[in-house]
Nanobody, 125 residues
């Protein structure tokens, strides 16, 4: 089993930046595609960005394209989400999760199996 721990959340003003980290407990993490998701109060969990196991392909939701960047360092068993030009509507709990089953990126939340506990991101206006 892979344990994931997110960090880097916090309170930031609109227009600011944060970098989230998702650290995995096992090196097998480097074999899995990984996604970042978010869930705002009263809303469904949605995918924000995803990256293949080798970093060769990425996906971004339309709402974050051009502002967020996903990357990974397999030597450190860590996936990052750099968030720039933050907006109040980016406020949510952010989660990372792995997809062990598919060779290509999938955007269906239920296809991801191991999840972290989440980190709160709050963007003030």
């Amino acid at each position: 089993q892979v344990q994931l721990v997110e960090s880097g959340g916090g309170l930031v003003q609109a227009g600011g930046s944060l970098r989230l980290s998702c650290a995995a407990s096992r090196r097998t993490f480097s074999r899995y595609n990984t996604g970042w998701f978010r869930q705002a109060p009263g809303k469904e969990r949605e995918i924000v960005a995803a990256i293949t196991w080798n970093g060769g392909s990425t996906y971004y939701a339309d709402s974050v394209k051009g502002r967020f960047t996903i990357s990974r360092d397999n030597a450190k068993n860590t996936v990052y989400l750099q968030m720039n030009s933050l907006k109040p509507e980016d406020t949510a709990v952010y989660y990372c999760a792995t997809d062990r089953a598919h060779p290509n990126i999938v955007v269906v939340t239920t296809e991801y199996d191991y999840w972290g506990q989440g980190t709160q991101v709050t963007v003030s206006s």
